[in-house]
């Protein structure tokens, strides 16, 4: 009782809104604004954060995001807002005045992205939760830090996300699932016939399964597929046809005489401005893909996503002797630095460095018992 008392004076001192420092399904979060242990001692719950600019932290992001400072493409800010929404606002650290975050309010939101998070599930890997320090970081250093408030101050003097550490494995990241050749086949076999092609073109080219998607009939010119559009989640929750995700992105992609064959007889008789593929939209080729894989005894702790093929084709080309640079152009990448840094690993020594080692004699076992003496 003296709980539910606790909290309904919380909320009143709050405007009948939620109050600082209590998160829906979790509870009160110690660490940002001790509003239960102030309202016990009869405080109103707001008295020792006073919202001197106006603006909450959750309030001063989306303001940002929306304006010119915030240099990024519609389709961005709208992840932003998302991010907003489920991570900021879904926490007592939203409803802090920006001006008044510290770097311990921070720190323990940080900690929260990363353990137990609104919803009761797991915490964020590291990448997920250094992404959204880093978004609000960059609200502070490019907005909160530079702008004044009504009275000439600044909105903020420090950006309370320096020196916030993450307390998360780094690696705990999905890595890339490279397929072999052999499960590749197993894979196709058990691939519903309608979408075989689609999967073969994937794993057969390497391209993004949005740029897959996007492909019109025009596109396919013989031994070629030239990419130059990319299908992309709109702000509405919905996709739309755009630009490819990086410049490097517009290119044309060779592709092998059977993979040729194959889809110059099932371009036949179409519209050059129809899609190559018909893919649905209501989820059901994923629920193929997913059977496929079962099907192929590919399941369990590392299945593979369908983005697997584009890294297993890559792995494929390397392992053939294909230098870095031109699976990069061929993976559209907009620095080779980029498949260096998730394949470099797989590529084998190039001539010169085994002609190299054939020259140095190295010894090997095969050979008398060699003693120095100094």
Known sequence: MKDARKFRGAVESA????????????????????TASRVDAGEPADSQRR????????????????????????????????????????????????EDVTREDMQSWVDWLTTDRMDGGKGHVYKTAKNLRGLVSSTYRRGALLETSSKGRPLATVNPCAGVRIHADKTTARKP??????????????????????????????????????????????PTLTVFHG???????????????????TRTVGIDSALTARLAEH?????????????????????????????????????????????????WLLAAGVPLVAVSKRL?????????????????DDAATMAALASLSLPSGARPRLTVVA
């Open 267 to 315: 371009v036949r008789g179409r519209k050059m401005t129809d899609p190559l593929f018909d893919l649905p939209s209501d989820g059901s080729f994923w629920r193929v893909w997913d059977r496929a894989i079962v099907a192929a005894g590919l399941d369990g702790p590392t299945r593979p996503r369908i983005h697997d093929l584009r890294h297993s084709h890559a792995s």
């Open 51 to 98: 919202n001197l600019s106006g603006y909450t932290l959750a309030d001063y992001m989306t303001r940002w995001i929306g304006s010119d400072d915030c240099r990024a493409s519609e389709q961005t800010r709208a992840r932003y807002r998302n991010q907003i929404r489920d991570h900021i606002r879904g926490h007592a650290i939203g409803a802090l005045p920006v």
């Open 332 to 348: 559209g990448h907009a620095d080779v630095g980029i498949t260096a840094n998730t394949y470099a690993h797989l590529a084998p």
């Open 177 to 222: 699932r490279f397929l072999s050749l052999i499960e590749y086949a197993a894979l196709l076999d058990n691939m519903a016939p309608e979408y075989a092609l689609v999967v073969e073109t994937f794993a057969g080219t390497g391209i993004r399964w949005g740029e897959l998607s996007a492909l019109r009939v025009s596109a396919f010119t013989g």
């Open 15 to 34: 405007g009948n809104r939620w109050p600082n420092g209590w998160v829906r399904r979790v509870g009160w979060v110690a660490g940002i604004v001790d």
């Open 231 to 249: 299908r992309k989640h709109s702000p509405d929750g919905n996709h739309t046809i755009g630009a490819t995700k990086t410049a490097a992105g």
